[in-house]
């Protein structure tokens, strides 16, 4: 059924994955060392996002979890599962691949899978639609799950796998994709990101999408607001409103639960309560006893100087003084030449 090019390249994919597991498990790992900033209820959004762009060291909640998504044990087993479903495939043992592939493609609503993980899903679809080649019903129902799959990635798959499914398949996914009614979704408000089936909404659009009977994952992820997922059909998604649950209630100062989802944790409530608190240098007064206190020794009785004979005697010859400096004054006075011209 599948011709030998065909089964080295599926298991040398295969052989990859567990190396693919690891990088990806490190690298969601590197982020484990910042500390979660999460937005308190009534804090400012503008200081909020101001902060997080001057500390390094803080990351949002959102993109903690978008970028620990899905969980290591989730993707191991997606990959498990699949390495079993191609298995029994390239064995020829159909009855055993459809239900391993079935079992693979109800993981789609367990979490929010990214677009490497989407091929996975693409890659069962075909198959499962490739082994019931004798049911056109249940070909349109594998083959219409296609349509809620990362877009950019299902092409990847085709253009990558395209020799490995047969022409008639792939041209009726194509008649189906334009076929099928589609819903375009407006973004929701309120939350800092919104993702269907793993996929990322843009800012003011999730996008387009088909209307199968099959319901969709959607999560609700915010700075401010712990985060929800649901499943629902796209047509109710623009009616739908996700409960909004603060992740820290509260102002500045105030305690607050800590989510267990995260390891390193702080709460914002404002720029001011970011701010080091100036402390002030209070001078208190040490009180002395009276007896400690040093004294100034003084006189009961003063001497009256004026009255004393050393006084007197002290100021005659003051004066006398002053009087023989003043003659000698005047003789220098006399003598002294009124012009300087003629004298060397």
């Known amino acids: 059924m599948t011709s030998l090019i065909c089964q080295t390249h599926i298991l040398t994919s295969l052989a990859r994955l567990p190396m693919i597991l690891l990088v990806l498990a490190c690298s969601a790992g590197a982020e484990d060392h910042k500390t979660v900033l999460i937005q308190g209820e009534k804090s400012s959004i503008i200081e909020y996002r101001a902060t997080l762009q001057a500390h390094p060291q803080y990351i949002s909640p959102t993109q903690h979890l978008l970028k620990n998504r899905p969980t290591v044990e989730q993707r191991s087993r997606l990959i498990d599962d699949f390495a079993n479903a191609q298995k029994a495939f390239l064995q020829v043992n159909l009855k055993m691949a459809e239900s391993a592939f079935e079992q693979v493609t109800r993981q789609r609503t367990e979490a929010d899978w990214e677009s490497s993980d989407h091929e996975i899903f693409a890659i069962a679809l075909f198959r499962l639609a ?110 739908y409103a996700a409960p909004t649950v603060a992740w820290a209630k509260g102002t500045c100062g105030d305690s607050f639960r800590q989510p267990t989802v995260f390891k390193k944790v702080k709460a914002f409530w404002s720029v001011d309560c970011d701010r080091p608190r100036q402390l002030a240098l209070a001078v208190t007064p040490t009180p002395v006893a009276s007896d400690e206190l040093p004294k100034l020794e003084f006189s009961q009785k003063p001497t009256r100087i004026y009255k004393s004979k050393w006084f007197w005697a002290g100021v005659g010859l003051s004066a006398v003084a002053i009087w023989a400096v003043a003659e000698q004054n005047k003789g220098q006075i006399r003598t002294q030449p009124t012009t300087t011209y003629g004298f060397r």
């Open 130 to 239: 490739q082994i019931a080649s004798d049911s056109s019903a249940t070909q349109d129902k594998w083959l219409s799950q296609t349509l809620h799959l990362h877009p950019k990635t299902l092409a990847t798959v085709i253009q990558k796998l395209g020799a490995q499914i047969p022409p008639p398949l792939l041209k009726r996914q194509a008649h189906l994709s334009r076929q099928i009614p589609t819903l375009h979704l407006p973004a929701p408000v309120d939350w800092t990101e919104v993702l269907i089936n793993g996929v990322k909404c843009s800012r003011n659009s999730c996008g387009t999408w088909a209307q199968i009977p099959e319901k969709v994952r959607v999560t609700f992820l915010s700075d401010r607001w712990q985060p929800y997922t649901t499943t629902l059909h796209l047509k109710d998604f623009n009616t």
